[in-house]
């Protein structure tokens, strides 16, 4: 056991799928995973493990934002030997071509967030995806027909920003879309030598003002977890 998930040795998969919401990952479990089991409730975190197609998954909630959700990656890799982690979440659209339910891929997450700076003093590191499994992702969509967006994403501290245009920045520089946790996932993923991509569905759009249902940010986007269910 760690400090914030009670699973015994052996009962987390070497692949790991996250979420924000741990409702979307108990729904992913019930929806995707045979013969799932809980094996974390603490704080209200669902963790499961279960199989896809005769292979070992799991799925852990790790909470919204960067200092949540790194230890959670913290406590997968070093704790539990987790080799490959694929946030699976929702984001806002910073492009008007990118639309509410879209897919994005994070090559690259630039952020709002202050967790470098004590790491690379007056320097920029800029956190990225690993190329073995941006590269499946990519592929496997092609081959089923899923239209994807790849490219830099943002990751913020804040999801309420105080000036309702500061997007336009970003956007000009290319950002796709914000979420809130790709950066510190890459980084820690950087750091033990693991395996790290986030895959994101649009849940709403800063160009148009669209927003997705709260049950749909829950328990839809069926495309952005079967990507991440088949490129292990």
Known sequence: MSLHIEAKKGEIAETVLIPGDPLRAKWIAETF?????????VRGMLGY????????FSVQGSGMGIPSAMIYYHELINDYGVNNIIRVGTAGSYQ??????DIVLAMAASTTSGINNSRFINADYSPTASFELL???SLYA???GIKIKAG???SADEFYDDDPNAYKLWAKYGVLCAEME?????T????HNVRALAILTISDSMVTGEHASVSDRESSFNEMVEIALNII
């Open 135 to 137: 590269l499946s992702a």
């Open 142 to 144: 092609r081959k089923k």
């Open 182 to 186: 790709a950066s510190g996932l890459y």
């Open 49 to 56: 493990t279960g199989t896809y197609n005769g292979e070992r």
């Open 96 to 101: 008007s071509d990118i639309k509410v339910r």
């Open 152 to 154: 830099n994403v943002l």
């Open 33 to 41: 995973l045979k013969d799932a089991f809980c094996y974390n409730e």
């Open 188 to 191: 820690i993923a950087a750091k």
